[in-house]
T-cell receptor, first 116, second 110 residues
Framework: AQKVTQAQTEISVVEKEDVTLDCVYE???????LFWYKQPPSGELVFLIR??????QNEISGRYSWNFQKSTSSFNFTITASQVVDSAVYFC?????????????FGAGTRLFVKA | NAGVTQTPKFQVLKTGQSMTLQCAQD?????MSWYRQDPGMGLRLIHY???????DQGEVPNGYNVSRSTTEDFPLRLLSAAPSQTSVYFC?????????FGPGTRLTVL
């Protein structure tokens, strides 16, 4: 069964601090996909990254970086030099493909507050 | 491209009423899904589909029906609304990579 755990409910940092959001997942499939989404106060869901289970390369995109470790079933997200605009809820998600389609399970989310 | 559109944006129902939340996408995506998001919580999968005529149940399917008669449309039907179904509903579509989400429908059941 799929499961995504985001143990950090809320994180508060001061601007320019680095912050890491944790994500641990469970799956029995060998082929799966991991995602991070951002939900700002306006409510829309913004795609940040997709990783497939065969690609353990870490990725950096500007101030964002992701660390995927299959050995620990983790897909952590780091924001470097955080900014007030980074304040949002961040969701980690796990997708598997079955006969019904793309089945995606979300974690409960981590609310990030970045104070000026 | 309009992407994923959802109607209505807001809806208030009385307990026991039925209604259909509409979702359409113009990206020719095979995969479509419905989620609900309760306050302070993540998204929970209601139903999903791999194409016209094929749907499956997600984490919280009770009280909801779906059908997929075309690639573009994936309506969600509430059979007999209950206060526990008060939530924000998101529809999403995907080609297998990024999921594109609609703007959401905020539903209140009194």
């Amino acid at each position: 069964a799929q499961k995504v755990t985001q143990a950090q409910t809320e994180i508060s940092v001061v601007e320019k601090e680095d912050v890491t959001l944790d994500c641990v997942y469970e799956t029995r499939d060998t082929t799966y996909y991991l995602f991070w989404y951002k939900q700002p106060p306006s409510g829309e869901l913004v795609f940040l990254i997709r990783r497939n289970s065969f690609d353990e390369q870490n990725e950096i995109s500007g101030r964002y970086s992701w660390n995927f470790q299959k050995s620990t079933s983790s897909f952590n997200f780091t924001i470097t030099a955080s900014q007030v605009v980074d304040s949002a809820v961040y969701f980690c998600a796990l997708s598997e493909v079955d006969t019904g389609g793309f089945k995606t399970i979300f974690g409960a989310g981590t609310r990030l507050f970045v104070k000026a | 491209n309009a992407g994923v559109t959802q109607t209505p944006k807001f809806q208030v129902l009385k307990t026991g009423q039925s209604m259909t939340l509409q979702c359409a996408q113009d990206m020719n995506h095979e995969y479509m899904s419905w989620y609900r998001q309760d306050p302070g919580m993540g998204l929970r999968l209601i139903h999903y589909s791999v194409g016209a005529g094929i749907t499956d149940q997600g984490e919280v399917p009770n009280g909801y029906n779906v059908s997929r008669s075309t690639t573009e449309d994936f309506p969600l039907r509430l059979l007999s609304a209950a206060p526990s179904q008060t939530s924000v509903y998101f529809c999403a579509s995907s080609s297998g990579n990024e999921q594109f989400f609609g703007p959401g429908t905020r539903l209140t059941v009194l």
